[in-house]
Nanobody
């Protein structure tokens, strides 16, 4: 059974950092491209970062230079290191497979506020 479980969100001040984790099961993790998405209140879900099976990464312009996506094949987990956080990064963050979306997990809430 395919399952994506996100964690690591929380409340952080502007300029702070968080590391999100997404544990995946039911997929061949090491070859599966994965991405982090976010959905802010009243907005559509958007992709912010992706990583291929081989480790090639891509980022949305809005997070480039601040966010880093990585993965640990031994743990079937993909990470999103978020630095220099801004209030506009406030959203629910999800991971998924961009090539063919899986059932969405519950997401993890990130709130950037002073």
């Amino acid at each position: 059974q395919v399952q994506l479980v996100e964690s690591g969100g929380g409340l952080v001040q502007p300029g702070g950092s968080l590391r999100l984790s997404c544990a995946a099961s039911g997929i061949i993790f090491r070859i599966t491209p994965l991405a982090w998405y976010r959905q802010a209140p009243g907005k559509q879900r958007e992709s912010v970062a992706s990583i291929s099976g081989g480790g090639t990464t891509n980022y949305a312009d809005s997070v480039k230079g601040r966010f880093t996506i990585s993965k640990d094949n031994s743990k079937s987990t993909v990470y999103l290191q978020m630095n220099s956080l801004k209030p506009e990064d406030t959203a629910v963050y999800y991971c998924n497979r961009p090539s063919a979306l899986l059932r969405w997990g519950q997401g993890t809430h990130v709130t950037v506020s002073s």
